[in-house]
């Protein structure tokens, strides 16, 4: 039985294309990441609220002064390095005489990559407000959440 030329040719092709792409892999590497057509782990940080459920059902339902509010929240870094998150948290509350923001706690907390650190807070009502939010910001990412605390007359 005789082999077809054309597949040996096919075969010696091959061989040449595989170890071309094997000797010249770093390069054609480099050139695909700069076209963006290799997958990229995204970067960001996570800020939550731990426990969020428990929360919001021990919220108490009226303010009064002497009332305080405990929460925990999380910063999980996922941006591939080590970073630094300054952070703020405050309460936004609105009265009779209009809306006013408290400084409940500011610090900083460095994170390793795929670290995260969860961060204890506690308020005491000095008054009763008819409306108010807790606001934890991490300034540096323009990024933050918050959470209502109802006050039912």
């Given at each position: 039985m005789k082999k077809s030329p054309y597949l040996l040719i096919f075969l010696i092709l091959i061989v040449l294309a595989a170890s071309f792409l094997y000797i010249f892999r770093e390069a054609i590497n480099v050139e695909?990441?700069?076209?963006?057509?290799?997958?990229?782990?995204?970067a960001f940080t996570e800020l939550y609220i731990k426990d969020f459920s428990t929360l919001s059902a021990n919220l108490p339902s009226k303010i009064v002064p002497g009332t305080t509010v405990s929460f925990s929240f999380t910063i999980h870094n996922v941006e591939g390095h080590t970073m630094s998150y300054p952070y703020k948290v405050y309460?936004?509350?609105?009265?009779?005489n209009g809306t006013a923001?408290?400084?409940?706690d500011?610090?900083?907390?460095e994170l390793a990559s795929d670290a995260f650190s969860t961060i204890a807070e506690s308020y005491t009502f000095a008054s009763s407000n008819t409306q108010t939010s807790f606001v934890i910001v991490?300034?540096?990412l323009n990024q933050s959440i918050q959470f209502f605390v109802p006050n039912k007359e």
């Open positions: 695909l990441n700069k076209l963006k057509l290799v997958p990229q782990r995204e309460v936004l509350s609105t009265n009779g923001t408290t400084t409940v500011r610090g900083q907390v991490l300034p540096q």
